[in-house]
């Protein structure tokens, strides 16, 4: 029997996590920390070993990895990169026969590939799990599927209506599982205690390497900043200048984004590149996230009353909501998400979400419906420029009371509030 934890919510990944559990000899869950792993992971397993907390078994691995496998399978060894052996370890007993579904490790933290002997390849199946999303909290009615939008088999329907607090909740609160049930207030509290675990432990802690924290903060200030924007390497260098008062140069800021990817708190959204007739106008570069908005609003300080004072800066924070959600159900339907800029005539589009037949829509994020018009003249601008034609064209919203499709234009509109994988 499974050690499913009491009042478990289920996740989109768990369907994955069962159906690979019955392909590879074991699966890695990577993400965040307090994204869920642990509680989700335990949801599969039938025993289960505590690396981080439970300082004993740290110690036995340490002095001998074949230990800390033992157990009922699936067995799950809980933030494994702690001991980077155990991957090895849990490679070779992968390698002893064909039997499937022996462990699940889980991770707050990427390793160095040089760390391990083995990739793990065809034996530990990787898995990213991110924060949840509004379906998964049951903030989302599912009354639309992404998978069907392709298909362009949507229904009319009226919705109810968010106010701007209720969307600016969503924002500030996040998708970690502990802030669901919580205020926006309390849920930016914890967000500041995470962060300041990153500052004070875990940036040292990931490769023994002492940074300043103070630099490291004044980088994570300068992200948020510039959430869901383009931002080079050398704009951050500049913000942060001209925001924080004191230097940082181009080597460090290097090292310390290599550190936040790793510790799974950014993560960048590639550009798409479509069958055009300027090939070479197309923009490359990634947009750069949090992996959760409640990460940026904790690192500006932001409430409600903030956000309505800079709703331009709410639409940036909007939009990283909606493309968190549209890179989970993307993946959930094994496709991946992206972004489109013209380097030319600054064409962007704010979301690509690409499907496993390589079909593609293309997608306009507004925080309220007054946003619509300006983002069909966009999207249509798109249509005409793009050689291959996307699959179906669509504009979420925060505040809208309705599902349609356009008539004239046979774009989909629809709030982030009815949206499913």
Not at 171 to 183: A, C, E, M, T, Y
Not at 267 to 290: C, D, L, M, T, Y
Request: net charge negative; hydrophobic share 35%; aromatic share 8%.
């Amino acid at each position: 029997m499974a050690l499913t934890k009491e009042k478990y919510k289920e996740r989109l990944i768990d369907k994955k996590i069962t159906e690979y559990l019955n392909i590879f000899g074991a699966l890695s869950i990577d993400g965040p920390k307090w994204c869920g792993k642990t509680w989700t992971s335990l949801n599969h397993a039938n025993s289960v070993k505590y690396i981080e907390d439970n300082e004993n078994d740290k110690k036995i691995a340490e002095l001998d990895v074949s230990e800390i496998l033992k157990g009922d399978t699936p067995h799950l060894i809980d933030e494994w990169q702690l001991v980077p052996s155990i991957w090895d370890a849990v490679r070779r007993e992968c390698d002893k026969d064909d039997s499937t579904g022996k462990y699940i490790l889980t991770g707050s933290a990427t390793q160095k590939s040089n760390m391990l002997k083995h990739s793990g390849a065809g034996r530990i199946c990787k898995i990213r799990m991110h924060t949840m999303s509004l379906f998964e909290s049951g903030n989302s009615s599912g009354d639309v599927s992404l998978s069907e939008l392709f298909n362009n088999n949507i229904k009319n329907k009226i919705v109810n209506k968010l106010s701007l607090e209720e969307v600016a909740n969503f924002v500030l609160k996040g998708g970690f599982p502990k802030n669901i049930n919580i205020d926006s207030k309390s849920a930016q509290i914890i967000i500041k205690s995470y962060i300041a675990d990153v500052l004070n432990k875990d940036i040292h802690d990931i490769d023994g390497k002492k940074r300043d924290v103070k630099k490291m903060e004044m980088l994570l200030k300068s992200l948020a900043r510039n959430e869901s924007t383009l931002a080079s390497n050398e704009t951050l260098i500049k913000d942060i200048i001209e925001n924080e008062y004191d230097s940082i140069n181009k080597d460090t800021v290097g090292d310390y984004l290599n550190v936040l990817n790793r510790l799974f708190l950014i993560e960048e959204q590639e550009a798409f590149n479509p069958n055009i007739r300027s090939r070479e106008n197309v923009g490359k570069s990634s947009k750069r996230h949090f992996t959760d908005p409640s990460f940026a609003c904790a690192l500006m300080n932001l409430n409600y009353a903030k956000l309505l004072n800079d709703l331009n800066l709410f639409g940036l924070l909007f939009e990283a909501l909606v493309e968190r959600d549209l890179r989970v159900y993307s993946e959930y339907n094994n496709g991946e998400l992206r972004h489109f800029r013209n380097n030319v005539t600054g064409l962007e589009i704010d979301a690509i979400v690409i499907n496993e037949d390589g079909e593609y829509g293309a997608i306009e994020i507004k925080l309220g419906d007054n946003g619509i018009e300006e983002a069909k003249k966009n999207l249509l601008k798109y249509y005409n420029f793009a050689d291959k034609k996307p699959k179906f064209m669509a504009i979420i919203c925060g505040i809208c009371d309705k599902i349609y499709k356009d008539e004239e234009t046979g774009i989909f509109v629809l709030p982030i509030t009815a949206l499913k994988p």
